[in-house]
Every structure is written in structure tokens, then in C-alpha cells.
């Protein structure tokens, strides 16, 4: 009789090498945030400018760096929390991922716009309008992290959209307010994104916390885990009372 030679199941593709990628990605982003400013050091240098005068001159383009820094660095910290490199990748969850990394590379192009030119209303839109986007697109991204993880069986937070989709919420209104009032001040809405993301988990909108929905009590503090008793599906009997 002939053996019969098993055929090995095809190896599962992960995100980690993914992930390594857009790390690099990112910090080449934030590495191009720069390069406006070096231009203008450079002309500061021949003109034999003193600091004071060139941070007077540049201060807009200053603050446009800084605060595109900022919020590259927490895109990044929300991605990092959200993409595990043990999860499956599929073809959906790649998609995503690089029309993300697009407006994270776009990001350079709308700060240099922004420090150089006069805030208008076009311009306020084009530079929130990216960073609305690049929210919306975290929190599907998360989604389809949650659904691939539990279709592995791998261990999954329910509550993983609610930060992008807070983030998602007030981006989406900070644009909508600097198209009536054009202005980057409204970003500072953006403080608010814990209170949201609260409010969104307490009233399950992307999931609910189990541990406080189960009423279960931390055995620490002398608690039992009624959650963990009837998954197991043994019932827990008193003892027998002393004759």
C-alpha cells in the first residue's frame, strides 16, 4: 500500500511584518515635518538672523510642526494599541492599513501649507479633513482587528474602537466648525476625546467592558468570579452543615 503523504496546511500570514513597515513609515513622516523649517533656517543663516528674529518670523511654521508632531505621535501610540502582530492578515485588513499610512504621509504636505500660507478655509479644511479621515479609517481599521481576532481565537479588549472612534467623532467636528469659523483652535476639542470614549463605552456603543457588566468582584477582594463559575459549568455548592 502506498503511503499517503499529507498535504501541510498553508502557513498563516501575520501582521507583524506589516506593522514593521508602517512603523518606518511614520517616522519618515514625522522626520519630513522638518524639512520646511531647515529651508528656512538656512536663509535665516545667510540674512545672519538672531534666534529671537527667526522664531518671531517662523513662529506659525513652528507651531505647525509641533502640533503635527503631536498628533502624528498619537496616531501612531492608537495604531500601536489596536494592531497586534499575532493577528491574521488579510487582504481587507491590508487595504486599510495603507490608505491609513496615506494620510499620515500626506501629513507633511498639509503642515508645510499650513506654516507658509494664510489660514483660510480651504486650508483649515484640508489639514482637519486629513486628520478626520485618518481617524475614521483607525477605527475601521480596529474593527476589522476585533472581527479577525475572534474569528482566530486569539484574546480580543471589545471595547478596542472606542478610542479611534472618539478621536474619530471630534475630529469630525472640529472640521465642521472650522468651516464656519476657520480656525485651528478648535483642535484643542480634542481634550475631550477620554470624556467620549467613556461615555461611548459606558453606553455600548463599540462594546462593553464584561468584567463590570457581569457584576463580577475581583477575588482579591474577596469576590468570586460568577463569570468564570458558570462558563466552566460547574455549579458551586455549599458545604454540608456539621451534624
Known amino acids: 500500500m502506498e503511503a499517503r503523504t499529507a498535504t501541510a496546511p498553508a502557513p498563516v500570514r501575520t501582521s507583524e511584518r506589516l506593522i514593521a513597515f508602517l512603523d518606518a513609515a511614520i517616522a519618515i513622516a514625522l522626520t519630513l515635518l ?25 513662529s506659525w511654521q513652528l507651531l505647525a510642526f509641533a502640533l503635527s508632531f503631536v498628533i502624528i505621535a498619537m496616531f501612531w ?8 502582530p499575532d493577528t491574521p492578515l488579510t487582504q481587507p485588513h491590508l487595504t486599510l492599513q495603507l490608505a491609513w499610512l496615506f494620510t499620515i504621509t500626506v501629513m507633511p504636505v498639509v503642515t508645510a501649507l499650513t506654516g507658509g500660507l494664510d489660514t483660510d478655509r480651504p486650508l483649515v ?5 486629513n486628520l478626520a479621515v485618518s481617524a475614521w479609517l483607525l477605527f475601521v481599521i480596529a474593527l476589522v482587528e476585533r472581527r479577525d481576532r475572534t474569528a482566530a481565537g486569539l484574546p480580543v479588549d471589545a471595547t478596542l474602537p472606542a478610542t479611534p472612534l472618539a478621536v474619530a467623532l471630534l475630529f469630525t467636528l472640529t472640521l465642521l466648525l472650522a468651516l464656519i469659523v476657520p480656525s485651528y483652535s478648535w483642535l484643542f476639542l480634542m481634550a475631550l476625546s477620554g470624556l467620549v470614549r467613556a461615555v461611548l463605552v459606558r453606553f455600548g456603543v463599540v462594546g462593553r467592558d464584561r468584567a463590570a457588566d457581569s457584576g463580577a468582584r475581583d477575588p482579591a477582594d474577596g469576590g468570586v468570579d460568577d463569570t468564570a463559575e458558570h462558563s466552566s ?3 458551586k455548592r455549599p458545604p454540608p452543615s456539621a451534624p
Not at 522638518?34 to 517662523?58: C, F, K, N, R, W
Not at 479644511?125 to 479633513?129: Q, V
Request: no cysteine.
Open 77 to 84: 501610540r492608537m495604531h500601536h494599541g489596536i494592531q497586534s
Open 125 to 129: 479644511a484640508s489639514y482637519i479633513g
Open 233 to 235: 459549568g460547574i455549579e
Open 34 to 58: 522638518i524639512l520646511p523649517l531647515m529651508e528656512s533656517v538656512s536663509e535665516a543663516v545667510d540674512e545672519q538672523q538672531t534666534l529671537g528674529d527667526y522664531a518671531a518670523e517662523h
